[in-house]
C-alpha cells in the first residue's frame, strides 16, 4: 500500500485509565504486529495512566501537569509537540486539546487524524473559533458518538473527512472469577460524576434487599462514594474493587450490569455485558441508545435514581427475560477487526498520488 513500516506520533490529551485511553492503547499494540509503530505523546498523564500505557508496551512522553487538556487548547503543548511530531509519516491525536495543539505543530505535509470520544464539555467557554481553525488541517476525523460527530460538523468539517470511531473491546470471551457473590450488580467504570457512580448507589438505597454490589473502578470521587455508601447503611452490601484491567471475568455471569452515565458516546463495559448475555442497564444519553437499542438493553433517563431502581428490581426479580449472548453484534469490536479500520485509514493517507497520465494527441 505504498509503506511497509509506519511511524505514528500518537497524541493524548489526557493519559488515565479510562475508555478512550484503553481504545487507543488497544489499537495501538494490535498495530505494532502490523509494522505500524506508534509514539505516545501525551499533555497530561497520572500515574494510573502511565502504567497502564506501560502495560501496553507503550513509554508514555509527557508535557505537563493540566488535566483539563481534553477540552482546552494550549500554546505551550503546541510547541512541545512540534519537534517531536517531525519525523512522524502520520499523526493521529485524541480529545480536542490535543488534535487542537496537533494541528499547529503538524507539518503541511503530514497526514492528521483526530478522535473524539466525547461531547464537548468546555471548562470556561467554548473554544469555536479554535475548533475551525484546527478542523481545517484535520485529514480524518474519527467521532465515536453523535455529539461529537455533530459538533465538529457544525464547525465546518467537511463530512467526507467524517469516519465512524470504533474501540476494540476485550472481555468478551473472559471466564467467570471464581468465588464472586451471586446474584451481584456490577458497576465497571472511572469514578468521576460522568459515569454516575452516585447515582447507582442512591438506586441501591431505594431496593428492599439490594444483592452485593461490585465497584470496578477509581477515580476523584471514591471517597466520597464510600462516605455515601456508609451513610446509606450499605456498607456490607457495595464494594469497592479499584481499577480492574479485565472487567469481563467480573461482568460475567454477573445478575445485572448498571451504566448509569450522565454522559456516554459509547460503552465498552455494555458490549462486555451483551456479549455474556448480562442484563446491561444504561441511560438515554447522546450515543448510549445506539448500542443498548433494539432491544439489546435496557435505557432509562439520566440522573434518575428511582427509574434505574426500578429497572434493576425488574432484573433481580426475574421479570424480564434473560438476554442472548449477542456476539454477532459485540465481535464487530474485536481488536483486530478494529485495527483493520485504523490500518487501512492510516495506509490510505500514506498511498502515493498516482501518477499523472500525459495524454499525447
Not at 461531547?119 to 461529537?148: C, I, K, N
Amino acid at each position: 500500500m505504498g509503506y511497509d513500516i509506519v511511524n505514528v506520533a500518537r497524541v493524548m490529551a489526557k493519559l488515565e485509565p479510562g475508555g478512550a485511553q484503553l481504545s487507543m492503547l488497544r489499537v495501538m499494540a494490535e498495530l505494532r504486529g502490523r509494522g505500524i509503530t506508534s509514539e505516545l505523546l501525551c499533555g497530561w498523564a497520572s500515574p494510573e495512566g502511565i502504567e497502564l500505557a506501560r502495560r501496553h508496551g507503550a513509554e508514555p512522553a509527557i508535557w505537563g501537569h493540566d488535566g483539563n487538556l481534553q477540552w482546552t487548547p494550549a500554546l505551550g503543548f503546541a510547541a512541545w509537540l512540534a519537534p517531536r511530531l517531525a519525523a512522524a509519516d502520520l499523526v493521529h491525536a485524541h480529545m480536542f486539546g490535543a488534535w487542537w495543539a496537533a494541528a499547529l505543530a503538524t507539518s503541511a505535509g503530514t497526514p492528521l487524524v483526530a478522535s473524539e470520544h466525547n461531547q464537548y464539555l468546555w471548562p470556561d467557554r467554548p473554544y469555536t473559533a479554535e475548533m475551525r481553525e484546527a478542523l481545517e488541517r484535520v485529514d480524518v476525523f474519527f467521532a465515536h458518538g453523535p455529539s461529537a460527530r455533530d459538533t465538529v460538523l457544525a464547525h465546518g468539517l467537511p463530512l467526507e473527512r467524517m469516519r465512524e470511531g470504533i474501540s476494540p473491546v476485550v472481555g468478551t470471551h473472559a471466564h467467570p472469577l471464581a468465588g464472586l457473590p451471586s446474584p451481584r450488580i456490577v458497576f465497571a467504570g472511572r469514578l468521576h460524576a460522568d459515569k454516575g457512580p452516585d447515582i447507582l448507589i442512591e438506586a441501591l438505597r431505594l431496593l428492599h434487599d439490594p444483592p452485593p454490589t461490585l465497584i470496578l473502578g477509581e477515580g476523584h470521587l471514591r471517597p466520597i462514594l464510600e462516605d455515601q455508601v456508609r451513610e446509606y447503611g450499605l456498607g456490607g452490601r457495595v464494594s469497592f474493587l479499584g481499577w480492574v484491567p479485565d472487567p469481563g471475568s467480573y461482568i460475567a455471569g454477573a445478575t445485572v450490569l448498571a451504566i448509569p452515565s450522565r454522559d456516554e458516546s459509547f460503552s465498552q463495559t455494555a458490549i462486555i455485558g451483551l456479549a455474556h448475555g448480562v442484563p446491561v442497564i444504561g441511560t438515554d444519553v447522546d450515543g448510549f441508545p445506539a448500542t443498548l437499542g433494539d432491544g439489546r438493553g435496557i435505557l432509562v433517563p439520566p440522573e434518575d435514581p428511582q427509574a434505574l431502581a426500578a429497572a434493576l428490581d425488574l432484573v433481580l426479580n426475574d421479570e424480564l427475560p434473560r438476554p442472548l449472548r449477542l456476539r454477532d453484534f459485540t465481535d464487530h469490536y474485536e481488536p483486530t477487526r478494529v485495527a483493520d479500520v485504523y490500518e487501512s485509514t492510516y495506509r490510505d493517507l500514506l498511498a502515493p498520488e498516482p501518477a499523472a497520465v500525459e495524454i499525447v494527441a
